[in-house]
């Protein structure tokens, strides 16, 4: 499968945890994207990265969350001290320059 | 304001109808258009781009005007397959922004 991929696919974790999520893009894709999803609402954004420099984030983005792409491969999305409100499905994705993005799987988080 | 605004739905339809989603953005400055599917728990899936020129794609037109900053997909001949939630997409820059998707369901 030469698609985006993430682990894990389901996380349920216990109020104050840290939870680490790995995102795979498609190989040649330089820009990756980490997006969060709730339930009737599209995904909203979270942070961008080109290789690895992470250029943009968004103030949804509180101190409790980091990301990272050390080799501009494949990036990581941490939360610590996870909150209920976290509870979310967390989406990344991946595109070349000058066209659309594509979406992996997801990783679907509970906050018990 | 909300970069993208869609109306949820549902929108419930028999199977053959026609079906319209509307979709309007507030940055005048957005450069690129899409629709994207969007399956129950799955992620999104690209459905198509959107040009000025307005496309076609099988049973799916898409439309943009930009002087009134409004993007729309309508659907022909629809199937069971079709039910699912669509998501206006529009860029700005590097970010994608999403509309929180208008959902289908087809009725047989």
């Known amino acids: 499968d030469t698609g985006v991929s993430q682990d894990p696919r389901h996380k349920i974790t216990k109020r104050g945890q840290n939870v680490t999520f790995r995102c795979d893009p498609i190989?040649?894709?330089?820009?990756l994207y980490w997006y969060r999803q709730t339930l009737g609402q599209g995904p909203e954004f979270l942070t961008y990265?080109?290789?690895?420099?992470?250029?943009?984030k968004s103030r949804l983005l509180s101190d409790r969350f980091s990301a990272e792409r050390p080799k501009g491969s494949f990036s990581t999305l941490e939360i610590q001290r996870t909150e209920q409100g976290d509870s979310a499905m967390y989406l990344c994705a991946s595109r070349p320059p000058g066209v659309t993005q594509y979406f992996g799987p997801g990783t679907r988080l509970t906050v018990l | 304001r909300k970069e993208v605004e869609q109306d949820p739905g549902p929108f419930n339809v028999p199977e053959g109808a026609t079906v319209a989603f509307n979709c309007t953005y507030s940055n005048s400055a957005s450069q690129s258009f899409f629709w994207y599917r969007q399956d129950c728990r799955k992620e999104p899936k690209l459905l198509m781009s959107?040009?000025?020129s307005g496309n076609e794609d099988g049973r799916f037109t898409a439309q943009l005007n930009r002087a009134s900053q409004y993007i729309s997909l309508l659907i022909r001949d629809s199937k069971l397959s079709d039910s699912a939630t669509y998501l206006c997409v529009v860029t700005a820059g590097n970010q994608f922004y999403f509309g929180t998707g208008t959902s289908l369901t087809v009725i047989p």
């Open positions: 190989s040649e894709h330089n820009r």
């Open positions: 990265f080109q290789n690895e420099a992470q250029l943009e």
């Open positions: 959107v040009y000025s």
